[in-house]
């Protein structure tokens, strides 16, 4: 498996990685919301069973503690409570041990939990100072024995509506993810082209076939730019490739008749540039049809492309005090296509020339990296930053332009890694995978 492979296999895997099902966030939400309401309902009915009880106990200690004042007001006697397990104290020390201390330092509260699982109710009668009605009722108390099996039981109900709930929202995050999914397998992997027409009616109403509207109206767009620029492919190719046959062929002409101007510098500029231009055509019209050919790449010797290029560009560092360092390092292999190799090659070498003045410009490889380097003045930060976007060249022009722009869209088309510095001129670093 080659580097790109593996790359591509590396983000395969932080995708699944990073993705997270519909249908299983519905159920884990919707189990955690009735999870959350079950448990607050059921401490909500446990406070009350709570509540009732305690409030039926006391409502039975004041009708006794008014039936007892009713009783001494008559008599001028206290009588004995009716209920046996009330009692009547008549001083805060006489009350009963496990309760006396509390009572003393919290003296308005009425209800208190004793030793041995006794239970106590205080009612301080108000007509009567320092008289307390006091019922133990822990033989009365029905809640308090029974919380255990109460918070069993309501656990066991607390579970039964979680696996309904979870059954439930997997019905729902089914029903819920089914179009989104068929969605997603209609357009992921198709190529625009290849996408049926009105595929939105197929889903439902709702926010989904918005979605499905919204895709299939974008797709249709993207149709018909990639039919105009099939046509415009179609026409540039006719309209670029016939005058640079011409020129080639108007070369060859000229040498046949005039053999002994077979050197002559300008028809050599002339059949170079011709030559430049039908590579140069060809590698824009492979990237504008996205072709890839893996089946044309083979491993290239760097080398003499490298030589040959400073060759081609050679005049544009004419009467330039510029000298040319190519490292030995460059005697290497580059698994490529040689047509789009040398395209890149010329950019990068005939831009290096062509905005040094001064100076040196460096060719060399270090790691299957391709490296020019030169003592320009440099690449404004805001157009490397667009490298996809020409620079409008002019006379205070410091950018790569669109010598640049190819370079990187060579770089997208064949998997290679582009990076670019600002130092003392400009590097730019080609990683090839």
Not at 15 to 43: A, D, E, N, P
Not at 220 to 234: A, D, G, P
Not at 369 to 387: E, M, N, Q, R, Y
Request: aromatic residues 8%; glycine residues 4%.
């Amino acid at each position: 498996m080659n580097k790109t492979n593996k790359d591509q296999t590396k983000k395969q895997k932080q995708h699944q990685i990073k993705f997270h099902s519909l249908s299983r966030t519905i159920v884990s939400q919707f189990c955690l919301f009735t999870l959350f309401i079950s448990t607050v309902y059921g401490m909500f009915c446990f406070l009350l069973m709570f509540q009732l009880e305690d409030e039926f106990i006391e409502q039975e200690v004041r009708q006794e503690a008014q039936h007892l004042q009713q009783a001494y007001d008559q008599n001028k006697i206290w009588p004995k409570p009716r209920a046996s397990y009330m009692q009547l104290y008549f001083s805060k020390n006489t009350l009963p041990v496990d309760i006396k201390a509390r009572y003393i330092s919290e003296p308005s509260r009425t209800e208190f939990s004793g030793d041995n699982g006794r239970h106590y109710h205080l009612l301080a009668l108000p007509k009567a100072a320092n008289t307390y009605l006091v019922a133990e009722v822990s033989e009365m108390l029905i809640v308090r024995p029974i919380t255990e099996g109460v918070l069993k039981m309501m656990l066991v109900f607390g579970l039964i509506l979680v696996l309904l709930a979870s059954f439930m929202a997997w019905k729902l995050g089914r029903r819920t993810a089914k179009p989104l999914k068929q969605l997603a397998d209609l357009v992921n992997g198709v190529a625009p082209e290849n996408i049926p027409d009105k595929f939105a009616e197929q889903f439902p109403n709702n926010e989904i076939g918005l979605l499905a509207q919204t895709l299939e109206s974008t797709m249709s767009r993207i149709n018909q730019s990639l039919r105009r620029e099939k046509c415009f492919t179609r026409d540039v190719s006719h309209e670029l490739r016939t005058p640079v046959a011409i020129i080639k062929n108007a070369v060859e002409v000229h040498r046949n008749l005039h053999p002994a101007d077979a050197n002559n510098p300008i028809i050599d500029r002339i059949s170079q540039a011709s030559t430049q231009m039908e590579q140069t055509v060809t590698t824009l019209l492979t990237l504008a049809r996205e072709e890839h050919a893996e089946a044309d790449k083979k491993h290239i010797k760097i080398l003499p492309l490298i030589e040959q290029s400073i060759i081609d560009q050679h005049h544009l560092i004419n009467n330039k005090p510029i000298k040319v360092e190519v490292n030995d390092n460059c005697n290497g292999e580059v698994y490529a296509q040689s047509g789009m190799l040398t395209v890149l090659l010329d950019n990068l070498i005939g831009n290096a020339f062509q905005y040094t003045q001064a100076g040196k410009v460096t060719i060399e490889m270090q790691d299957n990296t391709l490296i020019v380097a030169d003592t320009g003045p440099g690449i404004d930060l805001s157009i490397s930053g667009k490298i996809t976007e020409p620079a409008v060249k002019g006379s205070q022009s410091t950018g790569y332009g669109f010598g640049l722009s190819i370079v990187k869209r060579l770089c997208e088309h064949q998997h290679w890694s582009l990076a670019l510095s600002n130092e003392q001129g400009t590097k730019i670093s080609i990683t090839f995978q």
